[in-house]
């Protein structure tokens, strides 16, 4: 189903209060109510409890294992892969490469190649252990292997958590752009267990909070208003408090997903932020500044657009930069040279034949998508970057 009606916060409230009451108390199931294929983002406290709640296919015999030398390293791995071989499957494990440098051709035709070999048939299933490269990768790997087997995404940072490992979105990079080869392929599960994130650097764990205040702007004020009055111990990785974060954050994401699987509509309200960022990770390579870092640079520079416009009210924009800042997020980017950003801009796939068309905030929970003068914003950005 696509809608242009947009996510209320009155469409969450029930779940939220479910919510809230459950994630002190066992593993919180918040369905992405596809029609096709529905499927569990499970939030819970540690990976046996998370897994324990999860149904894997019936006819799986095989699961192949794509995950990173760190995450294996922090103790997750085997602690999927106990539950996996406690369900009856037979195990293999590959690793790719840290960073996003994994998400390439080359490493996609090794994890074939792997495929290949174990081998993994058309019942079987992939289980993506990690963060977002690890995500993309295997569900890339399980759209394409066999013309699609199952994928049970395993997110371990809070970025992956609240955004990459939910909708279904999968793909590599090439050297002229991000995820420009991918599939829309839905997982049969998401499992997020918050202890995971206790194995973050700070700032890795930071910047997945980019992309949780978005999703209280577009859709759950009452993420910010829990972000800003319990800032410290959010960053100290209080888990009740991220457990919650999380929680929310999947609400808002599933409910976007299950009305817009394909972006038709208003699953662009989740690209909040991200027309400006993309345009900063890329033009840093990727590793400068990162996702969630350049998502709350782009999410000040869209309000600020909004403001200027008479679209976005002051206060609201005033808001979010605090916040972000508090947080310990960028709000200001580095200084880019202009015509690459447009070159970038001009190149992402969510420009549309009308143009860039930006995602800005009518008010709190209020997105709307909008073309926007050029003029416009670079006038936003000759004002922050002076
Ligand atoms: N990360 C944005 C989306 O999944 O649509």
């Keep these: 189903m696509t809608t242009d009606r947009p996510i209320t916060g009155a469409d969450l409230a029930h779940e939220r209060s479910d919510a809230a009451a459950q994630a002190t108390d066992g593993p919180t199931v918040i369905p992405v109510a596809l029609v096709d294929a529905p499927y569990p983002v499970v939030v819970g406290r540690d990976l046996p409890e998370v897994l324990t709640a999860i149904d894997l296919p019936a006819g799986a015999a095989t699961a192949l294992v794509v995950t990173q030398e760190p995450v294996v390293a922090a103790g997750h791995v085997d602690l999927v892969e106990t539950a996996l071989r406690d369900a009856g499957l037979t195990v293999h494990r590959h690793l790719v490469r840290d960073g996003e440098v ?225 947080l310990g997020l960028p709000t200001r980017g580095p200084a880019l040279d202009r015509e690459q950003v447009w070159s970038v801009i001009g190149r992402d796939k969510k420009v549309t034949r009308d143009g860039v068309r930006w995602v800005l905030l009518e008010g709190l929970a209020m997105p709307t998508v909008q073309a926007v003068d050029r003029a416009d914003v670079d006038a936003v950005l000759d004002d922050l970057l002076a």
């Design 102 to 326: 994994a998400k390439d051709a080359d490493t996609l035709a090794q994890l074939w190649q792997v495929c290949a070999d174990v081998p993994l048939t058309r019942g079987d299933l992939v289980v993506a252990v990690g963060g977002g490269v690890v995500g993309d990768l295997a569900g890339f790997l399980a759209a394409t292997w066999n013309r699609g087997v199952a994928v049970l995404q395993v997110p371990t940072t809070l970025l992956a958590q609240v955004d990459a490992a939910i909708g279904g979105k999968t793909g590599i990079n090439l050297g002229g752009g991000k995820n420009l080869v991918g599939a829309f392929h839905q997982p049969i599960a998401v499992a997020c267990a918050v202890d995971t994130l206790a194995t973050l650097s700070p700032r890795i764990r930071t910047e997945g909070l980019g992309e949780v205040v978005k999703c209280g702007l577009i859709a759950d004020p009452g993420i910010l208003d829990l972000l800003e009055t319990c800032a410290a111990d959010v960053l100290a990785g209080d888990p009740e408090l991220l457990q919650e974060l999380v929680v929310r954050s999947a609400q808002v994401k599933a409910a976007v997903v299950a009305a817009d699987e394909r972006e038709g509509g208003i699953r662009a309200h989740l690209n909040l932020g991200h027309t400006y960022g993309h345009a900063v990770e890329s033009l840093t390579g990727y590793s400068e500044v990162l996702h969630g870092e350049a998502v709350a640079i782009g999410t000040v520079v869209a309000l600020r657009i909004g403001q200027r416009l008479g679209c976005t009210p002051d206060d609201l924009v005033e808001r979010a930069d605090a916040l972000l800042a508090r």
